[in-house]
């Protein structure tokens, strides 16, 4: 016999707050899984279509900051939905190891200055 701690009595009204709170992380989750992709994207096609050296650094840099802004939302919020195994993220999403170590890497300003 499986002993669980007693649940408090939910009224009706909690379960739909409930059910609003779950739709919002997962649509949060989607917008930010989306914006990792793109933020990939961008850096593979920069990658690609390098053209000079000296300009081709200071964008790729951007890109690579702009990415592990990305990869580091989308961890946030994948831990606020109890989502802990961030190898899946990697695998999943082909996140360079670039990306991975600027994760959570900010400038003065905060967020990563978008272009």
């Not at 933020?39 to 050296?53: M, Q, S, V, W, Y």
């Not at 360079?96 to 890497?105: A, D, S």
Request: charged letters at 25%; glycine letters at 8%.
């Amino acid at each position: 016999m499986t002993l669980r701690a007693p649940q408090p009595q939910m009224k009706p009204r909690d379960g739909a707050l409930n059910y609003e709170i779950a739709q919002e992380k997962a649509a949060a989750l989607g917008r930010l899984g989306r914006a990792l992709e793109a933020a990939r994207a961008a850096l593979a096609d920069h990658d690609r279509t390098a053209g000079t050296k000296a300009a081709s650094s200071a964008a790729r840099e951007r890109l690579l900051r702009q990415a592990g802004y990305a990869l580091w939302c989308f961890v946030v919020q994948r831990e606020a939905c109890g989502l802990r195994d961030q190898r899946l993220i990697v695998r999943d999403y082909g996140v360079p190891r670039e990306v991975q170590n600027r994760m959570g890497v900010v400038g003065n300003s905060g967020r990563p200055a978008q272009a």
